[in-house]
């Protein structure tokens, strides 16, 4: 099975995770392209009635909105009954790393109206250690540097992310620092620690919205981990 397949098999299985008549929480990246999918499917075959979604991203809002789904501002919504978002690693405790996509801020603040978070991941995505990806952390452009110098004391290399020759700009208009050579032993320490770094707008672990479960694609099938 392609890694392809594998993401469609997780987006698909992720449907049943959706009441009838709720507000949906939408994450971003090429795994939730396909939950998206699945989702207009679904609702156009009539077996799906949601209110709304609540989207992490411009790239996913400007997908569902594509598909006639509606998107609501997540300052309008008080809570979500389920986020449903991929994820960089995950690890045997339903901790994460992610921002891969650039919308780790986002993530976390639908992530946070939500009462469950169900991570969608083909296997690959499955570590025992947070750390090997490297790490992302959404940042203030004036304090990169000293983000960088405190990341070199951990033994990090934090490096600032480049699209087409020049630094991402975020949704938020802000900076990405990818940051490699760390093994992140204790993510909700870890977590607490680096978001009180001045200059740091959100670190791409997710330990405080961590998975309540992670569907994880195998080529014997999706597996599902409970937290
Ligand atoms: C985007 C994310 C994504 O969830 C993460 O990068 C996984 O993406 P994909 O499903 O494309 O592997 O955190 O910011």
Redesign the pocket.
């Known amino acids: 099975m392609t890694q392809d397949e594998l993401?469609m098999q997780v987006g698909i299985a992720a449907l049943k995770y959706i009441q009838n008549g709720e507000i949906v929480g939408v994450?971003?990246?090429?795994?939730?392209n396909k939950f998206i999918d699945a989702l207009a499917a679904a609702i156009a075959a009539g077996n799906i009635h949601i209110a709304g979604t609540v989207s992490s991203?411009v790239a996913s809002t400007e997908k569902l909105k594509g598909y006639g789904i509606p998107v609501l501002e997540a300052s309008e919504v008080a809570r979500l009954g389920v986020y449903i978002?991929?994820?960089?690693e995950i690890d045997g405790e339903g901790y994460m790393v992610?921002?891969?996509?650039?919308?780790?801020t986002r993530?976390k603040i639908v992530a946070s109206l939500a009462e469950r978070f169900v991570c969608i991941?083909d296997e690959s995505?499955l570590v025992k250690i947070l750390g090997a990806f490297p790490l992302?952390v959404e940042v203030i452009p004036m304090a990169a540097g000293q983000i960088q110098r405190r990341f070199a004391a951990k033994g990090g290399v934090a490096t600032i992310r480049i699209k087409d020759g020049a630094p991402l700009m975020t949704d938020n208009g802000q900076h990405i620092l990818d940051v490699t050579g760390l093994s992140i032993k204790e993510p909700l320490a870890f977590e607490l620690g680096v978001n009180q770094w001045a200059g740091v707008i959100t670190v791409?672990v997710f330990a405080q919205q961590k998975a309540s479960v992670c569907l994880l694609g195998t080529s014997a099938g999706v597996r599902t981990l409970t937290f």
């Open positions: 993401k994450g971003t990246g090429s795994t939730v991203s978002d991929g994820a960089d992610k921002g891969g996509g650039a919308a780790l993530e991941a995505k992302p791409g």
